[in-house]
């Protein structure tokens, strides 16, 4: 289970992104994952970052941070950035 609340957030700051993380979404809450590798057989442009998982939004024009405790099947989401602020890599402090 993950909480859709930075999903809302980032929706409601850039319109286009409501259909790609419902998608998003959708798939996640159905996937039982073990491991990375597991992720890549559905995202497979999905990186392991540190503690983190980045996913590519919208055919990359956004990057969605998460963390995932596989034991636990549990995603959570830290953000929801614009390819510029990934860039800026503030995000990376999150997922050291």
């Known amino acids: 289970m993950i909480s859709r609340k930075r999903l809302k957030e980032a929706a409601e700051k850039h ?3 409501a259909e790609p993380l419902d998608d ?9 994952w073990e491991s990375i590798v597991d992720v ?13 998982t980045v996913f590519n ?9 998460a ?7 549990r995603v959570y989401i830290l953000s929801v950035l614009t390819h510029a602020g990934y860039d800026k890599g503030d995000w990376k ?3 050291l």
């Open 24 to 32: 998003w979404f959708r798939l996640v809450k159905r996937a039982a």
């Open 40 to 52: 890549r057989r559905i995202f497979p442009h999905a990186d392991a970052a540190g503690d983190c």
């Open 57 to 65: 939004i919208k055919g990359n024009s956004f990057r969605l941070i």
């Open 15 to 17: 319109s286009e992104l």
């Open 67 to 73: 963390r995932i405790r596989y034991q636990l099947r």
């Open 93 to 95: 402090n999150d997922c």
